[in-house]
């Protein structure tokens, strides 16, 4: 029906499709539930199996929706989830990924993030990290909100460079990235996870998106994404709590956009041509 998704590697070797779907604001309504799960289980069928939530959505209770989705189909699901910066000490950041696989229901995630810097030593929280994946805890960690020279530090530690993803915002109204981070991520062969990849739905709303769209037969949601699984080692994360917006934006992988639009979309988008601080939602 659709289109191969695209796969990334990990540094591990281990591939995963480059496309997912996020869980912010998932478990804040008890009534949008089932429709929530509807849309994780929808994305993990159509082979979005990675499906990334946090600690800090909804107080735990997107990993508890999470949890109820993958119960039954766990092994199909490449599961992430993110400490937050004031848990991320030695013990907290275990103590931490036990409460995520609690409320889960699982024994082990395949991805777990630092969610954005914070106070606690970086070299700590990576400690805590080779210790949680020792155990059988966690398989791959990595880290968000990360930019060029935060990565840099990172890499200076020996263990630091077993980092397997940086969760970034981009998309194409955010493309900072690709003056410096995305390339340095490149070639250290870490992939970088595309948050907010349409822009919180704000992209849907863009004229010249509108209009490249129709000529596809496509929607916007589709090409903002199409221009992320273009990108060489990027993962792109849409959330929807929609089963057929879920089904909508697997169809990104089917668009075949000719270098006109792909022209057109970098003057309406226009790439960065000097140093953008790493932004953040
Ligand atoms: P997205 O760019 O994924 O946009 C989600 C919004 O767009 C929702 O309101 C959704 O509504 C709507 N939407 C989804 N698909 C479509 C479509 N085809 N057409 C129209 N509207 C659509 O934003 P997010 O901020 O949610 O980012 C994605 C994920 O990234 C998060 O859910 C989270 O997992 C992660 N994230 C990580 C951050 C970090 O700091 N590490 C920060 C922010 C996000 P509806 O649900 O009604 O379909």
Redesign the pocket.
């Known amino acids: 029906m659709f289109d191969d998704i695209p796969t990334v590697t990990l540094p591990s070797g281990l591939s995963i499709p480059s496309l997912g779907?996020?869980?912010?604001?998932?478990g804040e309504q008890p009534n949008e539930e089932t429709a929530e799960i509807a849309?994780i289980r929808k994305a993990i069928e159509l082979g979005m199996t990675v499906v990334?939530?946090?600690e800090m959505?909804a107080d735990g209770r997107s990993e508890n929706v999470v949890g109820k989705a993958i119960a039954d189909i766990r092994e199909q699901v490449f599961l992430v989830s993110?400490v937050y910066p004031f848990n991320a000490s030695a013990q907290g950041t275990i103590d931490a990924c036990e409460r995520s696989l609690k409320r889960i229901g699982t024994d082990r995630l395949d991805l777990y993030?630092l969610?954005?810097r914070g106070s606690h030593p970086l070299e700590e929280t990576v400690s805590a990290f080779e210790k949680l994946k020792a155990d059988g805890k966690i398989t791959n960690w990595g880290v968000?909100?990360f930019d060029t020279d935060d990565m840099e530090e990172l890499f200076s530690f020996t263990d630091g460079k077993n980092c397997a993803v940086n969760?970034?915002?981009y998309?194409l109204s955010r493309r900072g990235p690709e003056y410096d981070l995305l390339p340095w991520c490149q070639s250290h062969g870490v992939p970088l996870m595309a948050?907010?990849?349409?822009?919180?739905?704000r992209?849907?709303k863009n004229h010249e998106l509108i209009r490249i769209a129709k000529a596809y037969q496509a929607?916007?949601?589709?090409v903002a994404l199409a221009f992320l699984l273009d990108r060489d080692g990027v993962i792109a994360?849409?959330?929807?709590?929609?089963p057929e917006?879920?089904t909508?934006?697997r169809g990104a992988t089917d668009l075949d956009i000719s270098d006109e639009d792909w022209a057109a979309l970098d003057a309406a988008f226009p790439p960065p041509a000097q140093k953008v601080p790493l932004e953040?939602?």
């Open positions: 779907i996020g869980t912010w604001n998932m849309s990334d939530t946090a959505y993110k993030l969610h954005w968000s909100n969760q970034v915002l998309n948050y907010s990849p349409i822009e919180q739905g992209l849907v929607t916007p949601a589709q994360i849409p959330k929807s709590a929609s917006r879920v909508e934006n953040m939602l």
